[in-house]
């Protein structure tokens, strides 16, 4: 939206904002699906996807919508105010790039670049236009769980935070998922869950690899441990299992110099009725039903702050907050070669 259509906004009746979503894999998808049946203020305008059959499925169920060949298209659609990107990482820096030269919010699925140096592009080139562009889909920053532990950290209801444990579980990953993957794919999420509760940098990271689960594929290490430490000294674990063949698990506990939080043991119905006369309740398949209600709170929060100019939510991850997470996935890389912790010095941050 230019800042004269902005202006206009205020003027008379509000309409949707028009987002144009770019890959409809898995993800983008649930996006487009989102958009069209529960978020408030906006539609999905223009769709694009390198499977145009793909496209034109996903684009038959959100009305009004029309199908793209290319990602450029749908940046520089006429009908297109926001931008949404969830194809894969390799795309985002560039895709990223082209909707802040055009001007346009975007919102881009994780991770921002898959190295340190093109997510810095990124930030750079938004700082050149002065204006804040560019939100990340973290979306466990806005679960309701994070967002109460939280509020009970900056309330100082914990004291100085000492040790934050991390469990990251996957019932299964697609195929072709490589160590690579497992670090800016699923491990993205704890390191930006620094950022998020502690709001310091990563100075050192270690990646620990014990002997694999025979469900992972040839070559993948999984289980894997990563160890974090960040500037005033917080250390930070992540056990991350990505095929357990069970479901999906996410828990965090913050160990504060005052007392200890816990969250992600929601356990829904628990029932006595299993066969067998054991008891037990449901474990979300994936990621997707576990953070519907993140996923939701974050677009819509999106959509508001696309609607009223800021373009970015107070609490969404931003640009700085993807390079440092890129900054953090190449060392956590470097040490699955390396002996013992790799140290990360980040770039000047613009202010
Ligand atoms: C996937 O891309 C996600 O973002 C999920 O939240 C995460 O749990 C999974 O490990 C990733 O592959």
């Known amino acids: 939206m230019t800042a004269t259509q902005s202006a206009d906004r205020q003027t008379t009746v509000p309409q949707d904002i028009r987002v144009g979503v770019i890959g409809v894999g898995r993800m983008g998808a649930d996006h487009v699906e989102r958009i069209s049946r529960r978020i408030k203020g906006a539609r999905v305008s223009v769709i694009s996807d390198y499977l145009r059959e793909t496209a034109e499925k996903v684009s038959a169920a959100a009305p009004g919508s029309r199908v793209v060949d290319t990602p450029e298209e749908v940046i520089s659609a006429e009908d297109v105010d926001a931008v949404l990107i969830a194809s894969p990482g390799q795309f985002h820096r560039d895709q990223v790039l082209a909707a802040i030269a055009a001007g346009k919010p975007v919102l881009c699925e994780k991770p921002l670049a ?4 093109d997510a810095y592009d990124v930030v750079l080139a938004e700082h050149g236009t002065g204006r ?5 889909g973290f979306m466990r920053r806005f679960d309701a769980g994070y967002g109460q532990l939280k ?7 914990l004291g100085a935070p000492l040790i934050l444990n991390c469990k990251h579980r996957n019932a299964d990953v697609l195929p072709g998922f490589t160590n690579v993957h497992m670090v ?3 491990a993205v999420h704890e390191i930006d869950a620094i950022s998020f509760f502690l709001e310091e940098p990563v100075v050192s990271v270690q990646t620990l690899t014990p002997r694999s689960t025979e469900n992972a594929p040839e070559g993948l290490s999984d289980p894997m441990l990563l160890l974090f430490r960040t500037a005033s000294g917080t250390l930070v674990t992540d056990e991350l299992y990505v095929n357990t063949r069970s479901g999906y698990e996410v828990r965090t506990e913050l160990v504060g110099s005052q007392g200890s939080a816990t969250i992600g043991q929601e356990s829904g119905l628990v029932s006595t009725q299993l066969p067998g006369g054991r008891w037990g309740g449901a474990v979300p398949a994936d990621f997707r039903p576990r953070f519907l209600d993140a996923y939701d709170a974050e677009v819509q929060a999106w959509i508001a702050a696309v609607a009223d100019g800021t373009n970015v939510a107070v609490r969404s991850a931003t640009a700085w907050d993807g390079y440092a997470a890129a900054a953090v996935c190449e060392a956590a890389e470097q040490s699955l070669s390396a002996d013992g912790a790799v140290e990360i010095t980040l ?3 613009p202010s």
Not at 114 to 117: A, D, F, G, K, L
Not at 151 to 157: C, H, M, R, S, V
């Open 114 to 117: 898959m190295n340190p140096s």
């Open 347 to 349: 770039r000047e941050r």
């Open 132 to 136: 804040a562009y560019v939100s990340l």
């Open 184 to 186: 800016y794919d699923s």
């Open 151 to 157: 509020d009970a950290l900056d309330a100082g209801e």
